[in-house]
């Protein structure tokens, strides 16, 4: 039985866990036709720490994306941020 907790999409927001080669969870489409699914030591279903260690081929370009998009966030809360100083200093 897959533990759905652990199955995003690839486009969900990105774990502190994920890098270029793992994701926290799972973020294939369809979880049952990955054919690494309950591996030992590279399926996040059967990990104790939830990592998948062979995600999808897309994986890379999505997780690129996301960064690029979590960093652009960041830095307009930043720059927001720093405008309601300069008017609370003014």
């Not at 969900?12 to 799972?26: A, H, I, R, V």
Request: net charge positive.
């Amino acid at each position: 039985m897959l533990n759905k907790e652990i199955v995003f999409t690839k486009s969900s927001p990105l774990k502190p866990e994920d890098n270029l080669l793992q994701t926290y969870g799972c973020r294939y489409h369809n979880p049952v036709m990955c054919k690494h699914i309950g591996q030992p030591k590279i399926c996040a279903f059967t990990r104790s720490d939830n990592l998948c260690l062979n995600p999808p081929n897309t994986w890379k370009r999505h997780f690129l994306h996301l960064n690029d998009k979590l960093a652009f966030q960041q830095k307009r809360n930043d720059v927001h941020q720093g405008n309601q100083m300069k008017n609370c200093n003014s």
